[in-house]
């Protein structure tokens, strides 16, 4: 089966993903403190984490905020 290369987006949303659950483990940072972060149920933010692009803008900044984002990180993941 052929790789597929991924779109520029679906790398975007993969680095984002990827860097959410790194901040998460590394802050021990449980999905249910981060669901009361942005608003949501624990198992709707492990979704959302599954498909970043699904995330809000205030969401986005609450989780910045929390798990202590470098600006490198999120211009890496927002450009």
Do not use: C, W
């Not at 520029?8 to 669901?35: F, Y």
């Not at 624990?42 to 905020?65: G, I």
Request: aromatic residues 6%; glycine residues 6%; hydrophobic residues 35%.
């Amino acid at each position: 089966m052929p790789l597929i290369k991924k779109t520029d987006e679906e790398r975007r949303h993969a680095l984002l993903g990827g860097s959410i659950r790194k901040h998460m483990n590394a802050d021990q940072v449980t999905k249910k403190q981060m669901g009361a972060i942005t608003g949501m149920a624990p198992e709707t933010f492990a979704q959302k984490t599954n498909h970043p692009e699904r995330f809000t803008y205030p969401q986005l900044v609450a989780m910045f905020h929390k798990l202590k984002f470098t600006d490198e990180e999120i211009l890496e993941v927002m450009r």
